[in-house]
């Protein structure tokens, strides 16, 4: 299972949530973050939006990919864990 975080340079909030992700220990998942300011359509999308966090899971051929609710940035390490933890069982 993998989380896609889309983020651009300099954005506090997508730093912050970044660092709380790579801080949750009890579920397995790999974090891919995308820089948006590297491609058009990405920019285009979240450049109002980031950080943008989605759920990618494999099915079949093709990746699924789920967008998922922004937490807050005020959300701790712990309870960002526990959102994760809802998406991941389903």
């Known amino acids: 299972m993998r989380l ?3 983020s651009k340079p300099g954005c506090h909030l ?3 949530l970044q660092e709380k992700l790579e801080q949750i ?3 397995s998942f790999e974090l891919e ?3 948006i300011t590297t491609r058009e359509d990405w920019f285009g999308a979240y450049q109002y939006e980031v950080p943008v966090l ?3 899971n494999r099915r079949g051929a093709e990746d699924a990919e789920e967008l998922l609710p922004r937490p807050s940035p005020r959300a701790s390490v712990q309870q960002l864990e ?3 933890r809802k ?3 389903n």
Do not use: T
């Open 33 to 35: 973050i995308r820089d």
């Open 54 to 56: 989605f759920l990618s």
């Open 25 to 27: 220990q009890n579920l």
């Open 82 to 84: 526990e959102m994760l």
């Open 14 to 16: 997508c730093e912050g």
């Open 4 to 6: 896609i975080l889309y």
């Open 87 to 89: 998406y991941l069982a």
